[in-house]
């Protein structure tokens, strides 16, 4: 599995590099995209005893246009980190809506965590093929350093940002924002935590 993933990072880094990254503009559910992420990730925080929460405005759209999967890839990489870094404490994904005159949407995610945190000069690396926040992390927590590049070039892909606030000792949030166009509402829920 772990060679699996780091062929899979080192192709979707090929992809991007070359332009080739495919993006699908559908229609899709959010909140099925954000119910198959705790799905994916909920094991995760519970074999760590963490707390898995998800925030969701009461305003969020029921469907939106855009790349569900990739959102997805995007979010199951930023909430598995969190859970990598926290060793006790909860993650905590929050979405919030900015809607346009014209159906355009602008949706925030942020994934904040209560782990070891990242000084200035990691946050720098963060972004960066093949960087960790330190050359022990690899050896300490794995991965290949890959994930958050192929999550900066998606988002960008779709006309957003990505960034991260943190401080040693104090946790940290990864947030990323997305250009969407709302396609019909209907009923949600506000809350729910799994644990």
Known sequence: HLLLGILNDILDVSKIEAGKMDIEVAPFRLQ????NVLLITSMNAASKCLELIVDLPSDL??????????LGQILINLVNNAIKFTQQG???????TQKSDDNHLWLTFSI???GIGLTKEQQGR???AFSQADGSTSRKFGGTGLGLTICKS???SHGGKIGVESAPGEGSTFWFTIEAEEAAPEEKTDRFVIS
Request: net charge negative; proline share 3%.
């Open 112 to 114: 904040t965590d209560t």
């Open 61 to 70: 759209p029921y469907y939106a246009m855009g790349d569900s999967l990739r």
């Open 90 to 96: 909860e993650v905590c994904l929050t979405i919030n």
């Open 126 to 128: 963060l972004f960066q």
């Open 32 to 35: 099925e995209v954000i119910e």
């Open 154 to 156: 998606i988002v960008e």
